[in-house]
T-cell receptor, first 113, second 113 residues
């Protein structure tokens, strides 16, 4: 039973355009959502997070939107840059900070120059 | 210092060997984690330590033995592994606070022959 789903395994976007990565979840107990970026042979790097009490969080080129009623969140990257090409994992947690993260399967983003 | 370090970077071992993976952080985080990641899959949680005590063991086989000697160090002792245990082993740390993001190390690429 997959609690965090990223239904698009890959996405290609032209440089300078917007990249939108989607994530759905099923567990209504999740109250924090995070996006990680991962390059090959490296550990995931934290990008941005959002609490369930918010519907939007912005950090530079990255914005995460949360729709609690739809149990859906999305990561917007604008403008997309070739260096953004990586695998993006959506993750969710419930409760205190040492609660394990539940990861989606990831979406491979390719930004084409 | 906002880094989680892991050694070794690569490890090749036979099925009868005993080896250890090491992880270190100096961010004052009191929660530390071991994840296992196979190719093209999301990280899978193995163990969680909270205040140097094992709080979660995700039904990991006993051939993997974690150890947290102090608040900055986390080890994973390996013995009698199988070829299917070959994977990227990721260490992460976080504060024990609600919504704290986990910081990941670069991982150890383990190959079991």
């Amino acid at each position: 039973d997959q609690q965090v789903k990223q239904n698009s395994p890959s996405l290609s976007v032209q440089e300078g355009r917007i990249s939108i990565l989607n994530c759905d979840y099923t567990n209504s107990m999740f109250d924090y959502f995070l996006w990680y970026k991962k390059y090959p042979a490296e550990g995931p790097t934290f990008l941005i997070s959002i609490s369930s009490i918010k519907d939007k969080n912005e950090d530079g080129r990255f914005t995460v939107f949360l729709n609690k009623s739809a149990k859906h969140l999305s990561l917007h990257i604008v403008p997309s840059q070739p260096g953004d090409s990586a695998v993006y994992f959506c993750a969710a947690s419930a409760g205190s900070g040492n609660t394990p993260l539940v990861f989606g399967k990831g979406t491979r983003l390719s930004v084409i120059a | 210092d906002t880094e989680v370090t892991q050694t070794p970077k690569h490890l090749v071992m036979g099925m009868t060997n005993k080896k250890s993976l090491k992880c270190e952080q100096h961010m004052g985080h009191r929660a530390m984690y071991w994840y296992k990641q196979k190719a093209k899959k999301p990280p899978e949680l193995m163990f969680v330590y909270s205040y140097e005590k094992l709080s979660i063991n995700e039904s990991v086989p006993s051939r993997f033995s974690p150890e947290c000697p102090n608040s900055s160090l986390l080890n994973l002792h390996l013995h009698a592994l199988q070829p299917e245990d070959s994977a990227l082993y990721l260490c992460a740390s976080s504060q024990v606070l609600e919504g704290s993001e986990q910081f990941f190390g670069p991982g150890t690429r383990l190959t079991v022959l």
